[in-house]
Nanobody, 124 residues
Framework: QVQLVESGGGLVQAGGSLRLSCAASGRTFSYFATGWFRQAPGKEREFVAAITWSGGSTDYADSVKGRFTISRDNAKNTVYLQMNSLKPEDTAVYYC?????????????????WGQGTQVTVSS
């Protein structure tokens, strides 16, 4: 079993930065691909970024490319999402998710493990 806990959300002005963390329990986490998703009020959950267990491959939604960076530290069982040049449309609850297949899925249904989410609010 893997349990995920997100942190690092908050309120930031447009153009600012935040770094989200996803801390995992379970010694096999380092072999899971991990993704970040977000859900704004009234909208469906959408893919943001994903990273393979080794960190060797990543994928990003077009809306965040060049602004967000996903990384991981397997020694700390933690995955990060560095978010720069934030925009009001980035406002959402951000979720961390993991999948055993080590694929960079963009479909949330293919992730078997989820955190509780952390709120990110970007003011204009």
């Amino acid at each position: 079993q893997v349990q995920l806990v997100e942190s690092g959300g908050g309120l930031v002005q447009a153009g600012g930065s935040l770094r989200l963390s996803c801390a995992a329990s379970g010694r096999t986490f380092s072999y899971f691909a991990t993704g970040w998703f977000r859900q704004a009020p009234g909208k469906e959950r959408e893919f943001v970024a994903a990273i393979t267990w080794s960190g060797g491959s990543t994928d990003y939604a077009d809306s965040v490319k060049g602004r967000f960076t996903i990384s991981r530290d397997n020694a700390k069982n933690t995955v990060y999402l560095q978010m720069n040049s934030l925009k009001p449309e980035d406002t959402a609850v951000y979720y961390c998710a993991a999948n055993r297949a080590n694929f960079l899925y963009i479909d949330a249904h293919l992730y078997g493990y989820w955190g509780q989410g952390t709120q990110v609010t970007v003011s204009s």
